[in-house]
């Protein structure tokens, strides 16, 4: 088995032998690629799997199946052998930040399935400007800032802060930000001790 797959594995843990189960949260710079693991156990082996967009499993319509594999920028592949699906999205941009789930069609009875939240980032530390945002660490203090400037309604939206860890699962938290007529409301703060998703 690959490496990466088997570190996903662990992340993912897949204990009980009903569950689908991928990674929590990944992040991904803009521009670049990314492949998402779902693993099943042997009696998903030949179902159909699928990939949507949305919060909630039931209620998303699917990208991309198995048996019809690409979508645009959106491709699945599924492995019975290693019993993982993988999901890989191309060129990546801000948009595609949000959750996801991977599910396995169930013909008589609910679907199965697990969900991840992706985050695309403008702009990194080692990369500081990005049009109208900029971030700036200070590792003194253990903390980073990002400044977005000339707000406007078309910013509110739901971002994510995070540290990339190289050769582990990165870690991060999400802000909530509302721009209503000028004026700006952060509707869930970011915690001060940073978690894995």
């Given at each position: 088995m690959d490496p990466l797959m088997l570190l996903f594995l662990l992340i993912a843990g897949l204990t009980d032998a009903d569950n689908v189960s991928t990674v929590n949260w990944v992040s991904a710079w803009r521009g670049e690629s990314v492949t998402i693991p779902c693993f099943y156990s042997d009696r998903y082996k030949t179902h159909v799997k699928y990939w949507c967009r949305g919060h909630y499993r039931d209620s998303c319509p699917p990208i991309v199946h198995s048996d019809s594999p690409q979508e645009g920028k959106v491709s699945i592949r599924d492995d019975p052998d290693q019993q993982v699906f993988t999901v890989t999205i191309n060129n990546l941009t801000a948009g595609d930040s949000g959750y996801y789930s991977c599910g396995v069609k169930i013909s008589e009875g609910s679907d199965v399935g697990d969900r991840v939240s992706l985050s695309v980032t403008d702009v990194h530390s080692d990369s500081p400007q990005e049009g109208k945002v900029?971030?700036?660490?200070?590792?003194?203090?253990?903390?980073?800032?990002?400044?977005?400037?000339?707000?406007?309604?078309?910013?509110?939206?739901?971002?994510?802060?995070?540290?990339?860890?190289?050769?582990?699962?990165?870690?991060?938290?999400?802000?909530?930000?509302?721009?209503?007529?000028?004026?700006?409301?952060?509707?869930?703060?970011?915690?001060?001790?940073?978690?894995?998703?």
């Open positions: 900029s971030i700036r660490d200070d590792p003194d203090q253990q903390v980073f800032t990002v400044t977005i400037n000339s707000l406007t309604d078309g910013d509110s939206d739901i971002y994510s802060c995070g540290v990339k860890i190289s050769g582990g699962s990165d870690v991060g938290d999400w802000v909530s930000l509302s721009i209503t007529d000028g004026k700006m409301s952060v509707l869930q703060t970011v915690a001060n001790e940073m978690h894995s998703m």
